[in-house]
């Protein structure tokens, strides 16, 4: 679950890990993270993936805090995989994500829980929580269509698709290019 809530909400691993589940709200769908690098407050929404997941984990839980035993998670995954990573691997992944689908740099930023600094068009808008809901289920989206989890289009099934024809001259000409196809 430790990879997952950070590459699905792109927290950093210190927030992951204290992340309490006072802190979460499964029916508001959001997440609270206190005690931020910035040192601001940072809410931020689920998308519908983690929501099943966090609920098992919610009514096994074992302690007050939603995450035990990250680095036996990570560990696991490296062997299994092969592949050597960091957490903060898991958050680039997800900036980079969330850049290619042209979420806005301000929603990027407000995700992020990165500071305005002096961008005065920064202070004129307003970003809550439910305002980034649409992005992270669209970056959700797109990661789980990366991973085969989602289908990432709808596959059409063209000759039931194809109008059905009693001409004969139609017959010929899908005869000939069913031959032409075989060519």
């Known amino acids: 679950m430790y990879p997952l809530l950070v590459l699905f909400t792109e927290l950093r691993k210190e927030e992951a890990s204290r992340l309490a589940w ?26 519908d993936f983690l929501l099943e997941p966090l ?14 035993e ?8 490296t062997f299994e995989s092969g592949v050597k990573f960091t957490i903060h691997d898991l958050r680039r992944t997800f900036i980079t994500i969330a850049e290619s689908l042209d979420i806005s ?4 930023k407000r995700l992020l829980n ?10 004129y808008i307003i970003i809550d929580a439910e305002r980034l809901r649409i992005p992270m289920q669209k970056i959700t989206d797109h990661l789980l269509k990366c991973m085969g989890v989602k289908p990432s289009a709808e596959i059409v099934d063209l000759v039931r698709l194809a109008p059905q024809s009693t001409s004969s001259t139609d017959s010929v000409v899908m005869k000939q290019s069913q031959n032409q196809g075989k060519k």
Do not use: F, W
Not at 30 to 36: A, E, G, N, S
């Open 55 to 68: 609920h098992r984990r919610k009514a096994g839980a074992v302690n007050e805090y939603v995450i035990v």
């Open 70 to 77: 990250q680095r036996k998670q990570m560990d696991r995954i």
């Open 114 to 123: 990165h500071k305005m600094g002096n961008d005065i068009t920064a202070g």
């Open 105 to 108: 740099a301000y929603a990027l």
């Open 22 to 47: 006072e802190n979460v709200d499964l029916l508001d769908k959001t997440l609270i993270v206190h005690d931020t690098k910035n040192h601001q407050d940072h809410t931020l929404p689920l998308s």
